[in-house]
T-cell receptor, first 112, second 111 residues
């Protein structure tokens, strides 16, 4: 089946720095990818829809300037958490697919 | 907007059958999915219903009634490894077929 990868799987950064997370569709092209955030014992919250070649669509309450999304090719979307703070520590998951959604393995971000 | 409701927690014994219900509200319904997530892991796809009826995949079955905005996941012959969180998720035509997740149902399987 289709595979979506994420890199890195785990990252620790200091408060105030920026972190980039990559999401790749390995065996299919994805004009649209989705970014989710999940806090412990909570559900996945959709942050934004990443659109290849155009601006991302952010969900209400998600800061566009803080969570920068770039979908530069049909197989790659990146999420950059800018000026990260401890409250941004979370599990970030991307997905892609038109029918069945294929999820990446997730990136656990810890901001110290 | 979209909203989904599912029970927060279910407990069952090994070998039993458990049903997790999900009701949803959305303006552009496209399909209902179910995902399993173990602690620390990413969600894994279980099933997808776009049309009314029952879909069976091994020990897991999923049902959809679009007229009732209702679906359920049925797990049979429960095993200890089925202890996990189960999310229903609605695929919405609005905004490019985004998927919105329910709050999740924590399933505890006891010996």
């Amino acid at each position: 089946g289709a595979v979506v990868s994420q890199h890195p799987s785990r990252v620790i950064c200091k408060s105030g720095t920026s972190v980039k997370i990559e999401c790749r569709s390995l065996d299919f092209q994805a004009t649209t990818m989705f970014w989710y955030r999940q806090f412990p014992k909570q559900s996945l919250m959709l942050m934004a829809t990443s659109n290849e070649g155009s601006k991302a669509t952010y969900e209400q309450g998600v800061e566009k300037d803080k969570f920068l999304i770039n979908h530069a090719s049909l197989t790659l979307s990146t999420l950059t958490v800018t000026s990260a703070h401890p409250e941004d520590s979370s599990f970030y998951i991307c997905s892609a697919g038109t029918g069945e959604q294929y999820f990446g393995p997730g990136t656990r971000l810890t901001v110290t | 907007g979209q909203s989904l409701e599912q029970p927060s927690e279910v407990t069952a014994v090994e070998g039993a059958i458990v049903q997790i219900n999900c009701t949803y509200q959305t303006s552009g319904f496209y399909g209902l999915s179910w995902y399993q997530q173990h602690d620390g892991g990413a969600p894994t796809f279980l099933s997808y219903n776009a049309l009314d009826g029952l879909e069976e995949t091994g020990r897991f079955s999923s049902f959809l009634s679009r007229s009732d905005s209702y679906g359920y996941l049925l797990l049979q012959e429960l095993q200890m490894k089925d202890s996990a969180s189960y999310f229903c998720a609605v695929r919405d035509i609005a905004g490019g077929f985004k998927t919105i997740f329910g709050a999740g149902t924590r399933l505890f399987v006891k010996a």
